[in-house]
């Protein structure tokens, strides 16, 4: 079987020749040019754009192509060159209408030019990388319209003198600025921003650096403020309105540059109405305005954050040493509250809970208080107050209010274990006496204290409370045992842990019979429940209720057992010598002369009579039962006369315990260290102890090398041999 030979396909030209018509090209373009004019003189109606078309596909098909663009450019710059006469021949407002009218114009012709010449724009442009129909009539424009020299500088000049206009409170035809403006964006964002934004940023920071000048020269800070906020609203809206959404952050920069940045010194330290003067006079709203406003500037919130520390370090100093301030301790404390209310406000509602504000409030305020080292006591007094008497017609809530506004303060202390010492001294008072209002807030100031510190820090305050629970429980089985025998007096003893409470060595007084038969009677009972244990009275302590008749009146006196003691010694006698009393109850001079004086001196409440009369107590004064005392109460209660604050012996005494108490802890923070670190040099120690004790106390280096001494001698450290800064652990 035989196989068939392919044959290769071969295409030949036509034999015969194709005659063409060689005026078909400029036949062609003269009926497309006749049609270009018709539609730019607005007579298009009457064309036949299929013909048309069909037209200049032949020509392209023909390789007419290069000549017909050629043609079609001269004749559109022709056309624009005309258009270009007109709109140089309108005068003033009917400038820019012709500028728009005849773009316009353009744009539509462009549009129905395209739509002929689309086969060639599909090809040959395509082809040969020429310029689209529509963009090459756009590039004509700029060159020929926009950018002629008697046309481009009047445009610009046009459109800034608008704005200005518009800047200056007249109303301008915003419809004709945005269709300006959109014609210039339409034709690249190269000839917007050149040919108008550019000049237009220049002429604004100009005119704003001008105004600002004027503004400053003439109005407060609140004023100049609320204009500069005012003119970064209008150019926003300006921009929204008829300019490109990217020149929105452009010009409000130029706004923040010229009215706000290059003035803010200035501003913020404007004596009678700058930053200072808003935070004297509480402007929420000025301090909301220049917050918001120099968010936008460099630097402007950290200069705010500095006058705003500088401030409040200034007035917060002037308060913590005014003499008078300071005479009041619960005045002192909340006056410090209400500036922390102050601030902690402005921080809130005028500068959005900013973290930063809030942490240099913080530091501005430890700064302050800890200037005071009468401070920490006066906290502790402050929350006594309280807590004794309540918040005046406040509810719980309140009190918890004021609690945790308290608890601020005392996060600010440096020397937390002094607060500890008075606060225990405070505490032990108020249990003491029954004089607290709510256990739920004391308890609740104890969590509060717990968390902040930890612990240690109030273990001994939470076995306060559990011994007068233990107690409570205690007398209640003793009245329990004592099986009907009832007769004489009754007692109440709070039996307090040794080292818990903040009592101190004193000398018992001698206690009237009465009571020392049922006391003794108490002692055997516990004694006997509790073995290895020891009772010593703190008779400095306690108190008592006492009947007493007056001229036939009754009245119950609430006294103190001091003052008990001498008051009963009047159920054997009308008149007694200092000298009598206090042998009779040996309670010490100190104590006795307070409890006279307030027994005798007091207005109201002198149940006694003291000749001769003065105000202060002498040795050589004679005491008399003074049966004229009268009360519209049926129950007294006299109160011995005491300073709210502590004597300065007093405050020693504290100091120095206080000072006491940090040297174990400050040795217990070095040999952690060092048991950790083995090898260490002197200002590393003193860096890691101020670090891991300043929640407590700032301890003071002199205080810490003498405690390294220390440790060095009981061999728990030795100096490094070469180097003497150097410390090792001895295991």
Same mark, same amino acid.
């Given at each position: 079987?035989?196989?068939?030979?392919?044959?290769?396909?071969?295409?030949?030209?036509?034999?015969?020749?194709?005659?063409?018509?060689?005026?078909?090209?400029?036949?062609?373009?003269?009926?497309?040019?006749?049609?270009?004019?018709?539609?730019?003189?607005?007579?298009?109606?009457?064309?036949?754009?299929?013909?048309?078309?069909?037209?200049?596909?032949?020509?392209?098909?023909?390789?007419?192509?290069?000549?017909?663009?050629?043609?079609?450019?001269?004749?559109?710059?022709?056309?624009?060159?005309?258009?270009?006469?007109?709109?140089?021949?309108?005068?003033?407002?009917?400038?820019?209408?012709?500028?728009?009218?005849?773009?316009?114009?353009?744009?539509?012709?462009?549009?129905?030019?395209?739509?002929?010449?689309?086969?060639?724009?599909?090809?040959? *442009?395509?082809?040969?990388?020429?310029?689209?129909?529509?963009?090459?009539?756009?590039?004509?424009?700029?060159?020929?319209?926009?950018?002629?020299?008697?046309?481009?500088?009047?445009?610009?000049?046009?459109?800034?003198?608008?704005?200005?206009?518009?800047?200056?409170?007249?109303?301008?035809?915003?419809?004709?600025?945005?269709?300006?403006?959109?014609?210039?964006?339409?034709?690249?964002?190269?000839?917007?921003?050149?040919?108008?934004?550019?000049?237009?940023?220049?002429?604004?920071?100009?005119?704003?650096?001008?105004?600002?000048?004027?503004?400053?020269?003439?109005?407060?800070?609140?004023?100049?403020?609320?204009?500069?906020?005012?003119?970064?609203?209008?150019?926003?809206?300006?921009?929204?309105?008829?300019?490109?959404?990217?020149?929105?952050?452009?010009?409000?920069?130029?706004?923040?540059?010229?009215?706000?940045?290059?003035?803010?010194?200035?501003?913020?330290?404007?004596?009678?109405?700058?930053?200072?003067?808003?935070?004297?006079?509480?402007?929420?709203?000025?301090?909301?305005?220049?917050?918001?406003?120099?968010?936008?500037?460099?630097?402007?919130?950290?200069?705010?954050?500095?006058?705003?520390?500088?401030?409040?370090?200034?007035?917060?100093?002037?308060?913590?040493?005014?003499?008078?301030?300071?005479?009041?301790?619960?005045?002192?404390?909340?006056?410090?509250?209400?500036?922390?209310?102050?601030?902690?406000?402005?921080?809130?509602?005028?500068?959005?809970?900013?973290?930063?504000?809030?942490?240099?409030?913080?530091?501005?305020?430890?700064?302050?208080?800890?200037?005071?080292?009468?401070?920490?006591?006066?906290?502790?007094?402050?929350?006594?107050?309280?807590?004794?008497?309540?918040?005046?017609?406040?509810?719980?809530?309140?009190?918890?209010?004021?609690?945790?506004?308290?608890?601020?303060?005392?996060?600010?202390?440096?020397?937390?274990?002094?607060?500890?010492?008075?606060?225990?001294?405070?505490?032990?008072?108020?249990?003491?006496?029954?004089?607290?209002?709510?256990?739920?807030?004391?308890?609740?100031?104890?969590?509060?204290?717990?968390?902040?510190?930890?612990?240690?820090?109030?273990?001994?305050?939470?076995?306060?409370?559990?011994?007068?629970?233990?107690?409570?429980?205690?007398?209640?089985?003793?009245?329990?045992?004592?099986?009907?025998?009832?007769?004489?007096?009754?007692?109440?003893?709070?039996?307090?842990?040794?080292?818990?409470?903040?009592?101190?060595?004193?000398?018992?007084?001698?206690?009237?019979?009465?009571?020392?038969?049922?006391?003794?009677?108490?002692?055997?009972?516990?004694?006997?429940?509790?073995?290895?244990?020891?009772?010593?009275?703190?008779?400095?302590?306690?108190?008592?209720?006492?009947?007493?008749?007056?001229?036939?009146?009754?009245?119950?006196?609430?006294?103190?057992?001091?003052?008990?003691?001498?008051?009963?010694?009047?159920?054997?006698?009308?008149?007694?010598?200092?000298?009598?009393?206090?042998?009779?109850?040996?309670?010490?001079?100190?104590?006795?002369?307070?409890?006279?004086?307030?027994?005798?001196?007091?207005?109201?409440?002198?149940?006694?009579?003291?000749?001769?009369?003065?105000?202060?107590?002498?040795?050589?004064?004679?005491?008399?039962?003074?049966?004229?005392?009268?009360?519209?109460?049926?129950?007294?209660?006299?109160?011995?006369?005491?300073?709210?604050?502590?004597?300065?012996?007093?405050?020693?005494?504290?100091?120095?315990?206080?000072?006491?108490?940090?040297?174990?802890?400050?040795?217990?923070?070095?040999?952690? *260290?060092?048991?950790?670190?083995?090898?260490?040099?002197?200002?590393?120690? *003193?860096?890691?102890?101020?670090?891991?004790?300043?929640?407590?106390?700032?301890?003071?280096?002199?205080?810490?090398?003498?405690?390294?001494?220390?440790?060095?001698?009981?061999?728990?450290?030795?100096?490094?041999?070469?180097?003497?800064?150097?410390?090792?652990?001895?295991?």
């Amino acid at each position: 079987m035989s196989s068939q030979k392919k044959r290769a396909l071969k295409i030949e030209a036509f034999k015969h020749r194709v005659e063409v018509d060689p005026k078909f090209f400029d036949k062609s373009w003269k009926k497309l040019e006749d049609a270009i004019r018709e539609i730019y003189n607005h007579n298009a109606s009457g064309l036949s754009f299929e013909e048309l078309y069909r037209t200049a596909y032949n020509l392209v098909l023909h390789k007419h192509g290069l000549k017909l663009y050629e043609k079609l450019t001269e004749n559109l710059k022709g056309q624009l060159k005309e258009m270009c006469r007109s709109i140089e021949d309108a005068q003033g407002s009917l400038f820019l209408e012709e500028v728009q009218r005849r773009w316009a114009d353009h744009n539509k012709a462009l549009q129905m030019i395209r739509d002929i010449l689309m086969y060639m724009d599909r090809t040959f *442009i395509t082809t040969n990388k020429k310029t689209p129909v529509f963009d090459l009539g756009l590039e004509l424009w700029r060159d020929i319209v926009v950018r002629a020299p008697k046309i481009h500088g009047r445009l610009l000049d046009t459109l800034l003198e608008l704005i200005h206009r518009e800047r200056m409170g007249e109303v301008i035809n915003r419809g004709l600025m945005r269709s300006t403006t959109k014609m210039l964006m339409d034709l690249g964002s190269s000839v917007y921003h050149d040919d108008f934004e550019k000049p237009f940023l220049e002429v604004s920071a100009s005119f704003y650096s001008g105004e600002s000048q004027q503004f400053i020269e003439c109005c407060d800070c609140g004023e100049y403020l609320k204009k500069a906020e005012r003119r970064l609203a209008e150019e926003l809206e300006r921009v929204s309105q008829y300019m490109d959404a990217k020149t929105a952050d452009k010009i409000t920069s130029v706004v923040d540059t010229e009215m706000l940045s290059n003035h803010m010194q200035r501003l913020i330290l404007m004596e009678n109405s700058g930053l200072v003067s808003m935070f004297v006079d509480d402007k929420h709203e000025d301090l909301s305005r220049m917050y918001s406003l120099f968010k936008r500037v460099p630097d402007g919130h950290s200069t705010i954050r500095s006058v705003m520390a500088s401030h409040i370090k200034e007035s917060g100093k002037a308060l913590v040493s005014d003499p008078e301030k300071v005479k009041d301790p619960v005045e002192f404390v909340q006056c410090l509250l209400n500036e922390k209310d102050k601030y902690d406000e402005i921080i809130t509602a005028s500068f959005s809970n900013d973290k930063a504000f809030q942490n240099a409030l913080n530091s501005s305020f430890e700064n302050f208080i800890n200037l005071n080292n009468r401070s920490p006591e006066f906290i502790s007094l402050f929350v006594d107050d309280k807590l004794r008497k309540g918040v005046k017609g406040a509810n719980e809530e309140d009190v918890e209010t004021v609690l945790d506004k308290v608890m601020m303060l005392f996060r600010y202390l440096q020397e937390k274990d002094v607060f500890e010492k008075y606060y225990k001294q405070h505490l032990a008072k108020r249990l003491l006496s029954g004089k607290t209002t709510s256990d739920e807030a004391e308890r609740s100031m104890l969590v509060k204290l717990k968390t902040e510190c930890g612990y240690q820090f109030t273990s001994k305050l939470e076995g306060m409370f559990n011994d007068l629970k233990t107690s409570h429980d205690t007398m209640q089985s003793f009245y329990a045992n004592l099986s009907g025998d009832t007769d004489g007096p009754t007692i109440s003893v709070q039996i307090l842990t040794t080292g818990s409470w903040p009592t101190q060595p004193c000398t018992p007084c001698k206690l009237p019979p009465e009571i020392v038969d049922i006391s003794e009677k108490f002692r055997a009972f516990y004694l006997g429940t509790h073995n290895g244990r020891r009772l010593t009275w703190q008779t400095n302590m306690g108190n008592a209720d006492i009947k007493a008749t007056f001229g036939g009146r009754r009245h119950e006196l609430n006294v103190s057992t001091y003052q008990m003691c001498v008051l009963m010694l009047f159920n054997s006698s009308d008149g007694l010598t200092y000298g009598d009393i206090e042998q009779a109850t040996a309670i010490p001079p100190v104590d006795l002369k307070r409890c006279l004086q307030s027994l005798a001196c007091v207005k109201g409440k002198n149940v006694l009579r003291k000749e001769p009369m003065s105000k202060d107590i002498s040795e050589d004064d004679i005491f008399y039962y003074n049966d004229k005392f009268t009360s519209k109460l049926v129950k007294v209660k006299i109160g011995t006369v005491v300073a709210q604050k502590e004597t300065e012996p007093e405050k020693l005494e504290t100091r120095q315990r206080v000072e006491e108490d940090r040297k174990p802890q400050i040795e217990a923070a070095i040999v952690r *260290i060092m048991k950790s670190r083995r090898v260490l040099d002197h200002n590393s120690i *003193i860096t890691e102890v101020t670090k891991q004790l300043q929640a407590r106390f700032l301890p003071n280096p002199v205080v810490i090398k003498k405690r390294i001494e220390s440790l060095i001698e009981r061999e728990f450290l030795e100096r490094d041999k070469v180097d003497r800064k150097m410390y090792r652990y001895l295991a």
